[in-house]
C-alpha cells in the first residue's frame, strides 16, 4: 500500500501551510481573546476552497478527497485551534447532506455551504448523550396529523 502523498495533495498541503502563516496565525490570539465567531476569516476560507474540500465541484466542493481534507485543517489547527476545529466541523452538515440528501438539497444546500457562501452547524443535546451522538436516543417519527414529532 503507497502511504505517499499525491503531488495534488502535497501542493494543497504546501498552499494551506502558506495560507494560515500569511492570514490565520498574525490573527490567532486576537480571534481567542474575542470569542467571537470570525466570519471574514471563515468566509475567506471558503474562498480559498478549504470548506468543502472533499466533495465535488458541481456541489461548491474542490475535488481534495477526505486526504487533502485532513491536509487543510492539520495546517489551520496549527496556527489556529479555533479556525481548524470550525473548519473541521463544517464538514458534518455537509457530510450528511452529500451521503443522504436529494439532488434538490445537494444544490440548494450543500453547494453554498461547499463553497463558503454559506456556515452549517451541528449540535445535540441529551442526558444521557454527553458528546457521543451516537448515544442519541430520540426517535423522529412522522405522523401524517402532527407531522414529524420526536420520541
Known sequence: MDFEFSEQEKMLQAAAREFTQREILPLAMD??????????????????????????????????????????????????ATIGAIAAVSILPQESLFRFGTEEQKCKYLTPLASGRAFGCFAFTEPATGSDPKAIGATAILDETHGASCY
Open 31 to 80: 480571534i481567542d481573546h474575542k470569542a467571537e465567531f470570525p466570519q471574514e476569516l471563515c468566509m475567506r476560507i471558503g474562498e480559498m476552497g478549504y470548506l468543502g474540500l472533499p466533495y465535488p465541484s458541481q456541489y461548491g466542493g474542490s475535488d481534495a478527497g477526505y486526504t487533502g481534507y485532513a491536509l487543510v485543517i492539520e495546517q489551520l489547527s496549527q496556527a489556529s
